[in-house]
């Protein structure tokens, strides 16, 4: 993805959580993102596009107060707050990395799972300076998005069936629409740190 058009395009496909993981004041309205500006102020007097409609591509926005419109490299500009390309490129790339990836709708969760999966996934926090990062950095993985979180304390089941809370690398499990419908968790031992065991929590 080398050009401005194939980053802005493949920032589209992922919309809504480009938009939960920049621009957090906001919220989905319909197919519509609303927020105060491309800063992330509260607000809603921009609207980003999430899906495509008709000819209309996902990622898009016009903000009504100021008369201005663009795509979701415009918005990448103002968080990094530089002009300079090859930062907002590699912001683009870094996000797109590690960006939720759309599942099937025909998803194994139940009813009464995907809540606690959905909690699950809530209570954990940013990777970074966590033993999670440390394992992803120790097999060559740098670029971390909204889709993975860290948690110090996640139930884990031994051999034996002994129940043990140990910390876990968490990944978001996402439906067509972005909404989480699960968490797999893979549970990480803090002295190496290497994975004990990946598992699914649906």
């Not at 480009?18 to 309205?29: A, I, K, M, Q, W």
């Not at 980003?48 to 419109?69: C, N, Y």
């Not at 939720?100 to 990777?127: D, K, N, V, Y």
């Amino acid at each position: 993805m080398a050009t401005a058009q194939d980053l802005a395009r493949a920032l589209g496909n992922n919309a809504e959580a480009f938009c939960r993981h920049y621009l957090p004041n906001g919220r989905r309205v319909g197919n519509y993102w609303m927020i105060g500006n491309i800063h992330g102020d509260p607000g809603r007097s921009l609207a980003i596009r999430l899906k495509p409609s008709g000819q209309r591509v996902a990622g898009k926005w016009s903000d009504h107060s100021e008369g201005t419109f663009g795509d979701l490299l415009d918005v990448l500009r103002a968080h990094v707050t530089s002009d300079d390309w090859s930062k907002i490129a590699d912001e683009a790339r870094s996000f797109l990395g590690s960006a939720p990836m759309p599942t099937s709708p025909a998803s194994h969760a139940t009813s009464h799972s995907r809540p606690a999966g959905q909690r699950l996934f809530a209570l954990g926090r940013p990777i970074t300076d966590t033993p999670a990062h440390r394992y992803l950095g120790n097999r060559g993985i740098s670029r971390f998005g909204p889709a993975l979180r860290y948690h110090h304390s996640v139930y884990f089941l031994d051999g034996a069936n002994r129940r043990h809370q140990l910390p876990a690398l968490l990944a978001a499990i996402t439906d067509n629409d972005g909404t989480v419908t699960g968490c797999a968790r893979t549970w990480i031992d803090a002295r190496s740190p290497s994975d004990l065991s990946p598992s699914e929590f649906k």
